[in-house]
């Protein structure tokens, strides 16, 4: 897997869980892509991942079939506004399954956006392959098992 692919996974991860401060608090992407002080608050990262999909809107006046529209419209309504697959694919009338293309894509430029911001180089993105996101555990015995895991590690 190239560091590339391995820095959009996290940010998928990261995306899928935008308001889960949870899940954003043990990204790796926060140190990555914030000030150390801010690294570990997690609603920092969810800011910072939704203005950045708000600076993907294009400019006033460009055509309403344009490519950009499409990216930015998956990206915000998909994560920012939490629309399922089904809904969304239904919405920009589409399948799922070009949804899906179309949404791997549309991350794919979110990610390259990312790293020109903030000035990634390769090596900075090579750090992130010793650390593999875990799968997704969204449903409910994940949550469970977040939780879990927190009174654990909490002081009693």
């Known amino acids: 897997m190239s560091v590339e692919e391995v820095f959009i996974n996290h940010l998928r991860r990261a995306l899928s869980h935008l ?20 690294a570990r608050q997690p609603m920092a990262l969810s800011r ?17 079939t344009a490519p950009a529209w499409r990216i930015y419209e998956l990206l915000l309504y998909r994560y920012v506004h ?3 697959q089904a809904d969304l694919a239904q919405q920009l009338a589409m399948s799922v399954r070009q949804l899906r293309r ?12 990312l790293s020109h911001r903030h000035g990634l180089s390769p090596a900075d993105l090579a750090a992130l392959s010793d650390t593999v996101p875990p799968p997704d555990d969204s449903g409910k015995l994940g949550a469970l098992s977040r939780e879990f895991q927190w009174l654990q590690e909490s002081e009693p």
């Open 102 to 113: 179309e949404q791997a894509l549309a991350l794919a430029v979110l990610a390259d956006h």
């Open 48 to 64: 910072l991942l939704t203005e950045a999909i708000e600076s993907l809107k294009p400019e006033p006046g460009t055509p309403p």
């Open 82 to 84: 939490c629309a399922t």
């Open 19 to 38: 308001y889960e401060p949870d899940v954003l608090r043990a990204s790796p992407l926060a140190s990555l892509l914030l000030p150390p002080e801010q």
